[in-house]
């Protein structure tokens, strides 16, 4: 477990950068403790937090940098998200600021799990809470919540190290580096310091007595060639670079090597591949420490590096991966796809109605694999999915059942965004267009909770055209549902969710000049027309206290202005106007070309009931 204590100021930027980080669903909003009037309120903004947090600390005249900004990181995923927000509890309580306002923010977006917590470093009597020694202070606070006594610990890891055969000084000294240890030696001690600390001083006598009885196992050493070998041909020996955790991109500091061989060779056999390089220069040796055996290896008595890091083995097996595979979909759409992702590696493709209970659990994994791991690719490899896209759209291969199907059904449209971007896949960009003009003399507003949205057929009907809903539970206790295509962008956009008070605002419609593919009778594009056509635009914001419940804003030669409310009669048919309008858009071109996906209808009579 690690603390780390962040830049100090007295504007506590520290709330900005973490609920940034939550709006890129890069972190977790876990608790805040001690926050007033905002505590157990929905949806409070950043500002009024830091401003609660300014009005706390006004106190006190004389300190300048108010705010505390730390971190508390575990290894790996030693610590879930839970599990470190009560480590935070505990820690704002030994060190003296368990009164104080603080909020707790958990981070997925590097390789550890952690938390950010933000407070005031003065209390509530307007006195700056003891930070002398601040460092060591936390490190021993955060060991005696985890109930881990760092002397104690050294002492039963230097005993354990020597039961290891080792060959050099260095690589005795190795296994105390891998555990977090900073080691110096001399002719005659070997001294062991953690946290700022000497925890241990080990004799040079000692080190070197276990040296000249160590000796060379030959027999394990043809095994471990025999074992990297064999995973050589079935894993990735690229090397990357690990980056010490940053806020800042440009800045982050190399801190080792890895890669997936070196992965599973960990995981499989117990065996530790230490890379040796600098500051993120290509490594220019390795260790093998193979904690099974009790062993510590240079690499070269195992394999010459340039052998060990060669990948030939592995892309020749991957390019030689001509197995036929099989896939079941449920569309015509998913048939086309796979034969455009897949090629000559295509097998058999199976057609079968795909179980609503699947979609759903498709749908959780999906979740899953973006915001419970340190990174999409090592959810989806746990989950057993894989994501493919033909440069048209994202799909989504279930490998246990080989069940591919398009991500937009199990998706929502911003969780969808986010999959590709996180994925490091490419997603066809939206067409270039030209507002040629825009028509706002029938903009509306309806203010309402948002009870229910969703994408379906249009009045929910089976042969309606694909549409998208939305239902407000308006002032007066009286529910609307308003229908309209560009609605599901406007709430992905928003990011308000069911039980918010919002205002929808029709904005009117443009009329748009975009590029329309044109097909030839075998579906491949030939050129691109021009074509313009309509759309609707929509908004959800937060509510405007200064104006009307619902209100008509047409154009007047002084501008847009708020006319009276209106009747619900002439709201209904403000409302059944503005739809007919979206329907006969729909009718001129397809959903999916309104989105900005421009293609043709190919089958005007298709129902989708998706």
Same mark, same amino acid.
């Given at each position: 477990?690690?603390?780390?204590?962040l830049?100090?100021?007295?504007?506590?930027?520290?709330?900005?950068?973490?609920t940034?980080?939550?709006?890129? @669903?890069?972190?977790e909003?876990?608790?805040?403790?001690?926050f007033g009037?905002?505590?157990?309120i929905?949806?409070?903004?950043?500002?009024?937090?830091?401003?609660?947090?300014?009005?706390?600390?006004?106190?006190?005249f004389?300190?300048?940098d108010? &705010?505390?900004?730390?971190?508390l990181s575990?290894? =790996?995923?030693e610590?879930?998200?839970?599990?470190?927000? *009560?480590?935070?509890?505990?820690?704002?309580?030994?060190?003296?600021?368990?009164?104080?306002?603080?909020?707790?923010?958990f981070?997925n977006d590097?390789a550890?799990?952690?938390?950010h917590?933000v407070?005031?470093?003065?209390?509530s009597?307007?006195?700056?809470?003891?930070?002398s020694f601040e460092y $060591?202070?936390?490190?021993?606070a955060i060991?005696?919540?985890?109930?881990?006594?760092?002397?104690?610990?050294?002492?039963?890891?230097?005993?354990?190290?020597?039961?290891?055969?080792?060959?050099?000084?260095?690589?005795?000294?190795?296994?105390?580096? %891998?555990?977090?240890?900073?080691?110096?030696?001399?002719? $005659?001690?070997?001294?062991?310091?953690?946290?700022d600390?000497?925890?241990?001083?080990?004799?040079?006598?000692?080190?070197?007595?276990?040296?000249?009885?160590?000796k060379?196992?030959?027999?394990?050493?043809?095994?471990?060639?025999s074992?990297?070998?064999?995973? $050589?041909?079935?894993? @990735?020996?690229?090397?990357?670079?690990?980056?010490?955790?940053?806020?800042?991109?440009?800045?982050?500091?190399?801190?080792?090597?890895?890669?997936?061989l070196?992965?599973?060779?960990k995981e499989?056999?117990?065996?530790?591949i230490?890379?040796?390089?600098?500051?993120? +220069?290509p490594?220019?040796?390795?260790?093998?420490?193979?904690?099974?055996?009790?062993?510590?290896?240079?690499?070269?008595?195992?394999?010459?590096?340039?052998?060990?890091?060669?990948n030939?083995?592995?892309k020749?097996?991957t390019? &030689? @991966?001509?197995?036929?595979?099989?896939?079941?979909?449920?569309?015509?759409k998913e048939?086309?796809?796979?034969?455009?992702?897949?090629?000559?590696?295509? =097998?058999?493709?199976f057609f079968?109605?795909?179980?609503?209970?699947?979609?759903?659990?498709?749908?959780?994994?999906l979740?899953?694999?973006?915001?419970?791991?340190?990174?999409?690719?090592e959810?989806?490899?746990?989950?057993?999915?894989?994501?493919?896209?033909?440069?048209?759209?994202?799909?989504?291969?279930?490998k246990s059942?080989?069940?591919?199907?398009?991500?937009?059904?199990?998706?929502?449209?911003?969780?969808?965004?986010?999959?590709?971007r996180?994925s490091g896949?490419k +997603?066809?960009?939206?067409?270039?267009?030209?507002? +040629?003009?825009t028509?706002?003399?029938? !903009?509306?507003?309806?203010?309402?909770?948002?009870?229910?949205?969703?994408?379906?057929?249009?009045?929910?009907?089976?042969?309606?055209?694909?549409?998208?809903f939305?239902?407000?539970?308006?002032?007066?206790?009286?529910?609307?549902?308003v229908?309209?295509?560009?609605?599901?962008?406007?709430?992905?956009?928003?990011?308000?969710?069911?039980?918010?008070?919002v %205002?929808?605002?029709?904005?009117?419609f443009?009329?748009? &000049?975009? %590029?329309?593919?044109?097909? *030839?009778?075998? =579906?491949?594009?030939?050129?691109?027309?021009?074509?313009?056509?309509?759309?609707? @635009?929509?908004?959800?914001?937060?509510?405007?206290?200064?104006?009307?419940?619902?209100?008509? %804003?047409?154009?007047?030669s002084?501008g847009?202005?708020s006319?009276?409310?209106?009747?619900?009669? *002439?709201?209904? !048919?403000?409302?059944?106007?503005?739809q007919?309008?979206?329907?006969?858009?729909?009718?001129?071109?397809?959903?999916? &070309?309104?989105? =900005?996906?421009?293609?043709?209808?190919?089958?005007?009579?298709?129902?989708?009931t998706?």
């Open positions: 477990m690690v603390v780390k204590f830049n100090s100021n007295s504007s506590f930027n520290g709330v900005s950068y973490n940034n980080k939550m709006e890129k @669903d890069k972190g909003l876990m608790k805040t403790e001690n009037y905002l505590q157990g929905p949806n409070v903004m950043p500002e009024e937090y830091k401003n609660y947090l300014r009005a706390h600390s006004s106190t006190n004389v300190v300048q108010k &705010q505390l900004h730390l971190v575990g290894e =790996g995923r610590y879930n998200k839970h599990q470190l927000t *009560d480590m935070a509890d505990a820690f704002m309580k030994e060190m003296g600021y368990g009164k104080n306002p603080y909020m707790v923010v981070h590097t550890n799990n952690h938390v917590i407070s005031s470093r003065i209390n009597e307007g006195k700056k809470i003891n930070d $060591k202070r936390a490190m021993a060991q005696k919540i985890i109930k881990n006594d760092v002397a104690y610990s050294t002492i039963a890891q230097v005993q354990k190290s020597f039961d290891y055969s080792i060959s050099t000084v260095a690589q005795f000294k190795l296994l105390f580096e %891998q555990q977090g240890y900073s080691v110096s030696y001399n002719d $005659k001690d070997m001294t062991l310091r953690k946290y600390d000497i925890q241990q001083i080990i004799p040079m006598e000692k080190v070197n007595s276990l040296i000249a009885e160590s060379k196992d030959n027999t394990r050493i043809l095994q471990l060639k074992i990297i070998n064999k995973y $050589k041909g079935r894993s @990735d020996a690229s090397i990357s670079v690990v980056y010490e955790p940053s806020k800042f991109e440009d800045v982050k500091k190399p801190i080792g090597y890895t890669s997936d070196a992965k599973v060779l499989k056999f117990g065996l530790d230490v890379y040796h390089g600098k500051k993120g +220069l490594p220019y040796g390795y260790s093998i420490i193979d904690h099974a055996n009790k062993a510590v290896y240079k690499g070269g008595e195992i394999m010459p590096l340039k052998e060990f890091i060669d030939s083995n592995y020749s097996r390019i &030689q @991966d001509t197995e036929p595979i099989q896939i079941t979909v449920d569309g015509f048939k086309e796809a796979s034969a455009r992702i897949f090629g000559e590696r295509l =097998g058999r493709v079968a109605a795909i179980p609503k209970e699947k979609m759903a659990l498709i749908n959780v994994i979740k899953s694999a973006l915001h419970e791991f340190n990174s999409v690719s959810g989806l490899s746990r989950h057993k999915i894989e994501l493919v896209t033909d440069n048209q759209g994202l799909y989504v291969l279930d059942s080989n069940i591919m199907i398009d991500a937009k059904r199990v998706l929502s449209t911003s969780d969808y965004a986010l999959m590709a996180r896949l +997603l066809p960009q939206k067409e270039k267009e030209v507002i +040629l003009n028509d706002n003399s029938k !903009a509306y507003s309806l203010k309402g909770i948002l009870k229910n949205h969703g994408a379906a057929n249009y009045q929910f009907d089976k042969d309606g055209k694909p549409s998208y939305i239902e407000l539970l308006k002032p007066d206790g009286t529910l609307k549902m229908w309209g295509i560009d609605l599901e962008r406007a709430v992905a956009e928003s990011g308000y969710q069911v039980g918010d008070t %205002q929808l605002n029709y904005k009117g443009n009329e748009v &000049q975009i %590029q329309v593919p044109v097909k *030839d009778a075998q =579906g491949n594009t030939t050129h691109y027309e021009e074509k313009v056509v309509k759309r609707n @635009d929509w908004e959800i914001s937060e509510p405007d206290e200064r104006s009307n419940s619902n209100s008509y %804003q047409g154009n007047t002084e847009a202005v006319q009276p409310v209106m009747s619900s009669h *002439d709201e209904s !048919a403000l409302l059944d106007a503005i007919n309008f979206e329907l006969s858009i729909a009718n001129d071109i397809d959903d999916e &070309q309104i989105n =900005g996906r421009n293609r043709r209808r190919v089958r005007k009579s298709r129902v989708n998706r």
